[in-house]
C-alpha cells in the first residue's frame, strides 16, 4: 500500500529530508510523473502549440521544476 511504501521510505531516509519535508515526497512524485506520463505529455503538448502557432507568433511557456524546464529547453533546440 501507499502507507506502507511511506513509511519505509521515511525509515530508510530517517526522517524529513532538508527541506523539512517527507522523504517519500518526491518518491511518490516520481511514480505520479511515471505513470502519468507527464514529460511525454510536455513534449506532445509542444508540439501541437507550435504547430498551431502562426508565423511571427509568440508562445509562452512556464515551468515549475528543472526537469520541465530540461523538456522544454530540449524541445526548443531541437526545433
Known amino acids: 500500500s501507499t502507507l506502507e511504501l511511506s513509511t519505509c521510505i521515511q525509515e530508510v531516509k ?8 517527507h522523504p517519500a515526497k518526491l518518491a511518490f512524485q516520481g511514480i505520479r510523473n511515471f505513470i ?6 510536455l513534449e506532445k503538448s509542444l508540439h501541437g502549440q507550435f504547430q498551431r502557432l502562426k508565423y511571427g507568433g509568440r508562445a509562452v511557456i512556464i515551468t515549475f521544476k528543472p526537469k520541465e524546464e530540461a ?4 524541445f526548443l533546440r531541437r526545433n
Open 71 to 74: 523538456v522544454v529547453e530540449r
Open 36 to 41: 502519468n506520463q507527464e514529460m511525454e505529455q
Open 14 to 21: 530517517q526522517g524529513l529530508d532538508d527541506r523539512r519535508q
